[in-house]
């Protein structure tokens, strides 16, 4: 079948661009590592075991600004929690052993997801699913490395570089695609405005999770 | 135990209770209430737009105004051209960078 063979190569392309667009995402997360005093290790270990960008920048960010353990957790655990609508909406494409559902549900991102819903049989939203996630899960630990290996110790190149801009310059490509919506830019609009106001009043991390409270304006419990 | 690795630790415990909730529990198709996929669909954008201000206007928990500003004006310019997201991080970089070494700030 020269379709499914033309299919799967698609998927095959579109799941290895879009792990290379994360590429200086990763090495983003890498520095943030380094400048909150994160080891190599510890590092790749966020970027393997948490594997969730947003929440690991989250996470680390607010360790950076001198947040508690606490508030890093919260943070992090906030931005994931659209992978729990991701994992339902893959569930009936990732049916396996239980060992095959435990290793494929670590890819669950927004990445693995996107590419897989593009397409409608199960059989090759699996496979958008699993060549997205594994793509990315590649660069981005190869990235991280990069970042936190060679530039940690470097805290003047990293300033003279402007490297530390490269952090909210992730975070707002990150938000940036659902900003076509007004109900986002709402969203935006409120969460920013929140953190701006809370910043000097509130130990570092809270103003991030207070910002989740923007959601609430919109009222997402009426159906419509 | 570093405060590092007890946040990678919980947070690595959490997302992924989070992401194998659906394939390990909801295989046969059932979905998550509207209202509360609705909430974890919302919730990031305002939580991302709260990390650009603290990460642009912090530094030990106070606000200052210094280069990063250039840095994410020039990234959002390069967002409303399109540019690829390799570019804009590398245009955030270098337009602080370029502002630092002329100003000296």
Same mark, same amino acid.
């Given at each position: 079948?020269?379709?499914?063979?033309?299919?799967?190569?698609?998927?095959?392309?579109?799941?290895?661009?879009?792990?290379?667009?994360?590429?200086?995402?990763?090495?983003?997360?890498?520095?943030?590592?380094?400048?909150?005093?994160? %080891?190599?290790?510890?590092?790749?270990?966020?970027?393997?075991?948490?594997?969730?960008?947003?929440?690991?920048?989250?996470?680390?960010?607010?360790?950076?600004?001198?947040?508690?353990?606490?508030?890093?957790?919260?943070? %992090?655990?906030?931005?994931?929690?659209?992978?729990?609508?991701?994992?339902?909406?893959?569930?009936?494409?990732?049916?396996?052993?239980?060992?095959?559902?435990?290793?494929?549900?670590?890819?669950?991102?927004?990445?693995?997801?996107?590419?897989?819903?593009?397409?409608?049989?199960?059989?090759?939203?699996?496979?958008?699913?699993?060549?997205?996630?594994?793509?990315?899960?590649?660069?981005?630990?190869?990235?991280?490395?990069?970042?936190?290996?060679?530039?940690?110790?470097?805290?003047?190149?990293?300033?003279?570089?402007?490297?530390?801009?490269?952090?909210?310059?992730?975070?707002?490509?990150?938000?940036?695609?659902?900003?076509?919506?007004?109900?986002?830019?709402?969203?935006?609009?409120?969460?920013?405005?929140?953190?701006?106001?809370?910043?000097?009043?509130?130990?570092?991390?809270?103003?991030?999770?207070?910002?989740?409270?923007?959601?609430?304006?919109?009222?997402?419990?009426?159906?419509? | 135990? #570093?405060?590092?690795?007890?946040?990678?630790? #919980?947070?690595?415990?959490?997302?992924?209770?989070?992401?194998?909730?659906?394939?390990?529990?909801?295989?046969?198709?059932?979905?998550?209430? #509207?209202?509360?996929?609705?909430?974890?669909?919302?919730?990031?954008?305002?939580?991302?737009?709260?990390?650009?201000?603290? #990460?642009?206007?912090?530094?030990?928990?106070?606000?200052?105004?210094?280069?990063?500003?250039?840095?994410?004006?020039?990234?959002?310019?390069?967002?409303?051209?399109?540019?690829?997201?390799?570019?804009?991080?590398?245009?955030?970089?270098?337009?602080?960078?370029?502002?630092?070494?002329?100003?000296?700030?």
């Amino acid at each position: 079948m020269p379709d499914l063979v033309n299919t799967r190569r698609t998927i095959r392309i579109q799941a290895v661009s879009v792990g290379l667009a994360l590429a200086p995402f990763g090495a983003a997360f890498g520095v943030l590592c380094a400048e909150a005093g994160l %080891g190599t290790w510890e590092a790749l270990g966020f970027s393997s075991f948490v594997f969730a960008g947003s929440s690991q920048f989250a996470a680390v960010s607010v360790l950076a600004e001198g947040g508690t353990i606490v508030a890093a957790i919260v943070a %992090g655990l906030l931005l994931n929690l659209r992978s729990l609508a991701f994992g339902v909406s893959m569930a009936p494409s990732l049916k396996g052993s239980i060992l095959m559902r435990a290793l494929m549900s670590q890819l669950m991102i927004d990445e693995s997801t996107a590419v897989a819903s593009n397409h409608e049989s199960y059989a090759l939203r699996r496979y958008g699913y699993l060549w997205g996630g594994l793509s990315v899960f590649i660069v981005w630990n190869s990235m991280t490395w990069v970042g936190v290996a060679l530039l940690s110790g470097t805290g003047n190149l990293v300033h003279d570089l402007g490297i530390d801009a490269t952090i909210p310059a992730a975070f707002l490509a990150l938000a940036w695609s659902k900003l076509s919506s007004l109900q986002h830019r709402i969203l935006a609009g409120v969460g920013a405005v929140l953190a701006f106001l809370l910043v000097p009043f509130v130990p570092p991390g809270i103003p991030v999770i207070a910002a989740a409270a923007a959601v609430l304006l919109l009222r997402p419990w009426r159906d419509r | 135990m #570093s405060d590092a690795v007890i946040v990678m630790v #919980s947070l690595a415990i959490g997302t992924y209770m989070l992401k194998a909730f659906g394939p390990f529990f909801l295989a046969n198709q059932r979905a998550l209430p #509207s209202w509360l996929k609705r909430f974890a669909m919302l919730l990031p954008t305002p939580l991302l737009a709260a990390l650009v201000i603290t #990460s642009t206007l912090t530094n030990n928990d106070q606000i200052v105004f210094d280069a990063r500003i250039v840095g994410v004006v020039a990234a959002i310019i390069a967002l409303f051209k399109r540019a690829p997201f390799v570019l804009v991080v590398i245009i955030a970089a270098a337009a602080t960078a370029i502002w630092r070494l002329l100003t000296g700030l």
